[in-house]
């Protein structure tokens, strides 16, 4: 499957005139940073290209009427779209009213002993090792502080000094993530739960905050949130957070995605349950590790399928125009659509419980797509947990 549907892939790009070096993907509000080989300034750059869901090699899918999203307890993979209409449990707006209440704080990097701060040179990105393509050199970046926004969401449910389950969110602040859990929670088709929205370091990709903290293939960030962020959270707000790895959500978009797969994966002993959009399931990886060669590639490469089974919950979603290719690396592992089926396509050989949804008419991180489908992706993530258990004191 992987040597031909890439192949595939190259061939719908050629014809789409895809094959050139588009702009970093970048965290949302964040600036994206040039490639060294990108066009010049204002030069018009094609989409990526198109990709249908029934392409040989992708997991067979069941194509839903349009404006329809998979129920809450199906596992698989479902194509919707190609039009989309906020759920009306996201709210009106992303500014919409929570019934709970919403804090924020600030964390400095020079109190953190895990990460102190790097930064990329802007208008830099890295070369190829001309010996292996899969590696990108990277000289250009330092030392550099940064200042991290902490939003965290308390259902009114919440009864102060008892054991609360929690979402952990990457990229934040997520006024809809906050609004999604609000409505569900009161609709009773989750649990109350506290919501943990952690702002990156800034930057994006190899050399940056942002790429060391979401693309490394470990459990370091894991262990950031584990030591430096939730026992603020408990101590600032008077809240009792689960050490019941079941009880525990991730999620993210982007490489923020690939973080909550990792986080889950590799420290299994504190996630269980993963929400992922357009995950950058890809080599992006810094600094290069023999022992995961293709960065976050290898998770359906190499680690899912020759691992045993692992006690993860996953609901996923790619859009048919995602990211191809976005940089100088030419290593056959830069494709974000052929990336997400291939996680789908591993998940279901080892057994995985997991949701799977192709969005037509639809880029990378669409928030229309998000608008439509979060609050069945939360349900789905919840679904085998008791909505109304006793939170312990």
């Known amino acids: 499957m992987n040597k031909k549907l890439f192949m595939l892939a190259i061939a ?114 890295g070369t190829p090792d001309p010996k292996n393509p899969a590696k990108l050199d990277v000289t250009t970046s330092a030392s550099a502080p940064y200042t991290r926004r902490v939003v965290v969401y308390i259902p009114k449910q919440y009864v102060p000094g008892t054991i609360t389950p929690f979402i952990v969110g990457a990229d934040g602040p997520d006024p809809l993530l906050f609004k999604a859990v609000d409505g569900l929670v009161a609709q009773k088709r989750i649990p109350p739960m506290v919501v943990i929205s952690i702002g990156n370091g800034s930057g994006d990709a190899q050399g940056s905050q942002r790429g060391l903290e979401y693309d490394t293939m470990s459990g370091k960030y894991a262990e950031f949130v584990e030591t430096e962020v939730l026992p603020l959270v408990e101590k600032q707000y008077n809240v009792k957070l689960t050490r019941d790895p079941n009880a525990r959500v991730t999620t993210g978009c982007s490489s923020g995605a690939a973080a909550a797969m990792a986080m889950a994966w590799y420290r299994n002993d504190l996630y269980h349950r993963v929400l992922s959009y357009s995950g950058t399931f ?90 439509q489908t979060l609050p069945n992706a939360l349900e789905f993530v919840w679904k085998d947990y008791p909505v109304d258990t006793k939170l312990k004191r």
């Not at 588009?22 to 030069?43: I, K, L, R, V, Y």
Request: net charge neutral; hydrophobic share 35%.
């Open 282 to 371: 890809v080599n992006q990886q810094w600094p290069h590790n023999p022992a995961t060669p293709g960065g976050a590639w290898e998770f359906h490469r190499t680690l899912i399928p020759k691992s045993p089974v692992k006690p993860i919950r996953i609901w996923m979603h790619v859009g048919d125009r995602d990211l191809f290719n976005p940089n100088v690396m030419r290593d056959d592992m830069h494709d974000w659509v052929v990336a997400n089926e291939r996680m789908a396509n591993v998940l279901a050989d080892k057994g995985y419980k997991y949701q799977f949804v192709f969005a037509r008419d639809s880029g990378h991180c669409d928030r229309n797509v998000k608008w």
């Open 12 to 125: 719908v790009a050629v014809m789409a005139g895809a094959i050139v070096a588009p702009a970093q993907n970048a965290a949302p509000g964040q600036q994206p940073a040039p490639a060294t080989q990108a066009p010049p300034a204002g030069a018009n750059r094609p989409p990526p290209p198109t990709r249908d869901p029934q392409t040989p090699g992708f997991v067979k899918a069941k194509t839903l009427p349009d404006g329809e999203v998979p129920p809450a307890d199906a596992y698989g993979n479902f194509v919707i779209g190609p039009t989309y209409k906020r759920a009306p449990e996201a709210g009106s707006s992303d500014l919409a009213v929570v019934e709970g209440a919403v804090h924020e704080f600030k964390m400095e990097s020079t109190d953190s002993k895990i990460y102190p701060g790097i930064r990329r040179e802007q208008g830099t990105f």
